[in-house]
């Protein structure tokens, strides 16, 4: 079974993505904040990551850029899921290696599919 770390600080949004993703039949993990969700990555490398942007200490762009930086975790797909759904936003977050963006709220059909399509890459 596949694993995703959702990396949010918002309660309720990551209740929604991960009920979400546990009825795809994905395993999930949760950090809080952009240095927990390194630590976690350092002993369990997750299938997929969804980050948000705004998060406590590091943005989630600081964190997508130092993953992808990172021989041991290029690879790992990672999808931005932040209520920053302007052009701009859009275009930064791919530009630090975000292999998806996706704004909230989510269309929970959209969010699972688009997990399952990057892990089966």
């Given at each position: 079974m596949s694993t995703a770390l959702v990396v949010e600080d918002s309660l309720t949004d990551m209740q929604i993505l991960s009920s979400c993703l546990q009825q795809g039949g994905i395993n999930v993990l949760i950090a809080q904040s952009g240095e927990e969700a390194l630590a976690k990555i350092s002993t369990q490398k997750p299938d997929v990551i969804v980050l948000d942007v705004v998060l406590p200490g590091r943005s989630g762009f600081e964190v997508c850029r130092d993953l992808k930086a990172a021989a041991e975790t290029s690879d790992i797909p990672i999808i931005i899921c932040s209520t920053k759904g302007?052009?701009?936003?859009?275009?930064?977050?791919?530009?630090?290696?975000?292999?998806?963006?996706?704004?909230?709220?989510?269309?929970?059909?959209?969010?699972?599919?688009?997990?399952?399509?990057?892990?089966?890459?």
């Open positions: 302007g052009e701009m936003d859009k275009f930064w977050g791919m530009k630090q290696g975000a292999n998806a963006y996706i704004t909230k709220p989510i269309d929970q059909e959209e969010f699972v599919r688009t997990v399952k399509q990057l892990i089966s890459k």
